[in-house]
């Protein structure tokens, strides 16, 4: 043993973690900054992409096989459910639609063109998951020549599940809206209760144990009640107005008294995510 | 198999390990990250390790591979560089100190490998929460991280074992 700690050794030990600390430290610093990845990282992570892409190929084949027997299993219980829901969806589906074209009008007529609402989404494959239980992220299948810009938020099916923090080529990655660390950044939302009343903040914590999103700092005297819809405001310029973040579970004082926190149940399953969407402004 | 076979059997093997790292743990993130508990996936690790106790003629390498696929997980998984690049060659480090000591089973693998896996999961866990990523306290990380990712990974260390020493065996 006396040899694990011979002087030399103990030294290129000390070297080796500075230079691990100054690296981790750099790419810390530098990955929040709109230039970043250089063009080197870019590479890298294209290169490595497209091997994934061949062994998670046959991972996630096996993973649709065995999604689509659970399905057919619940295939008769979800029919009647569906059939119902088919019934009031037509109705809602023409009212939208005459109500999309009477804004469209209106607008016009304002001259206002963009509105806070447009946004055009690109649809891509998650490829895989970063093996870590620090980093909730996802590499997906679409980078900066499909169009997927730095910041933009990602949505699964039902909603919101995070924001493009790193842009490739052909991949990028996502972090999703469960990261509590402090370098993840925060969406503004609103939400509406039946009044027709807005509170707007931003989502400031994630409970990993209940799996719900907090909304803290709350000081608005508006009433919201369990089951209010919680949506991103557009507020801040990075994400579009109304994309669908979840619903309100409770509402409760925070540690001080002063203001209240509401508790957001997510409306996406961050565990379950083979197809997403990013939306871009 | 031949030994020159094996040779480039196992830098092939170790990136297969660690793309499927990935895929596995998004095809099972409800079972292995379901809160408060998350399980890591290490397989590559795993591959690591019996590269360097099973295989009795030292001659593979797995110093510099195992910098290589540290420096491919840092660069695609996590984007924050220096922490697996720097990580899995002391683990090898560790384990070549320690390997003339052992008398090898499978028992003391075992061992060695839950020792191993808590070395790089606290390695880790310090590395990321001096860069603020992660940001969890001590005992959190050893109930909820730490003691789940051991149960799950000594499961599939329990199923690979024969298999792999097979494999050496034929070699050597």
């Known amino acids: 043993m006396q040899k694990f700690f011979s002087n030399r050794k103990l030294v290129i030990v000390i070297i080796v973690l500075i230079i691990s600390v100054g690296l981790m430290s750099v790419s810390v610093a530098i990955r929040d900054k709109k230039s970043t990845p250089p063009l080197i990282q870019q590479f890298g992570n294209d290169v490595a992409g497209a091997v ?23 295939t008769y219980q979800e029919n009647q459910k569906l059939k119902k829901q088919v019934d009031q969806l037509a109705q809602a589906k023409v009212t939208a639609q005459t109500t999309s074209a009477e804004n469209k009008q209106l607008r016009k007529q304002l001259k206002l063109n963009e ?3 447009d946004y055009t989404a690109v649809t891509a494959n998650v490829l895989t998951r970063t093996p870590s239980s620090w980093m909730n992220q996802l590499v997906i299948s679409k980078g900066a020549t499909a169009g997927v810009k730095k910041n933009a938020p990602v949505m699964s099916q039902s909603g919101l599940i995070g924001r493009v923090v790193e842009v490739n080529q052909t991949n990028s990655k996502v972090e999703l809206i469960s990261n509590t660390s402090s370098t993840s950044d925060k969406f503004a939302i609103q939400i509406t209760n039946s009044a027709g009343k807005t509170v707007n903040g931003i989502v400031s914590g994630y409970d990993k144990s209940s799996n719900l999103l907090t909304m803290g700092s709350v000081t608005s005297n508006v009433k919201i009640k369990k089951g209010d819809k919680v949506v991103t405001s557009g507020l801040g310029g990075n994400t579009p107005k109304g994309l669908y973040v979840g619903t ?3 509402v409760k004082q925070d540690d001080y008294g002063l203001a209240s926190e509401v508790e957001i149940t997510p409306a996406a399953d961050l565990s379950d995510l083979t197809v997403v969407t990013v939306a871009e402004q | 198999m031949r030994y020159s076979r094996l040779k480039i059997l196992f830098p092939i093997g170790l ?3 660690l793309f499927l790292d990935g895929a596995l743990s998004n095809v099972f993130a409800g079972k292995l990250f379901s809160y408060p508990y998350s399980s890591v996936l290490h397989l590559v690790l795993m591959w690591i390790i019996f590269a360097v106790f099973l295989d009795d003629r030292d001659d593979l390498s797995i110093g510099m591979w195992s910098f290589f696929v540290g420096l491919v997980f840092d660069w695609y998984y996590t984007g924050i560089f220096g922490v697996y690049m720097i990580g899995l060659p002391l683990i090898v480090y560790i384990c070549r100190q320690i390997k003339p000591w052992l008398d090898q089973n499978f028992l003391t693998l075992l061992m060695v490998y839950i020792i191993n896996l808590t070395i790089l999961e606290t390695f880790t866990f310090i590395w990321y929460s001096m860069s603020h990523v992660a940001s969890s306290t001590v005992a959190d990380f050893t109930v909820y991280t ?15 074992y024969y298999p792999m020493r097979r494999l050496y065996l034929s070699v050597n």
């Not at chain 1, 892409?53 to 993973?63: E, F, K, M, S, T």
């Open chain 2, 15 to 17: 990136f297969v390990a």
């Open chain 1, 115 to 117: 509105s806070l609402s």
């Open chain 1, 248 to 250: 309100v579970a409770t």
């Open chain 2, 146 to 160: 730490l003691g789940p990712t051991i149960a799950t990974n000594l499961a599939i260390f329990v199923i690979l």
């Open chain 1, 52 to 74: 994934d892409r061949v062994i998670a190929l046959p991972v996630n084949g096996l993973q649709s096989a065995t999604n689509s027997v659970s399905d057919l299993l619940n």
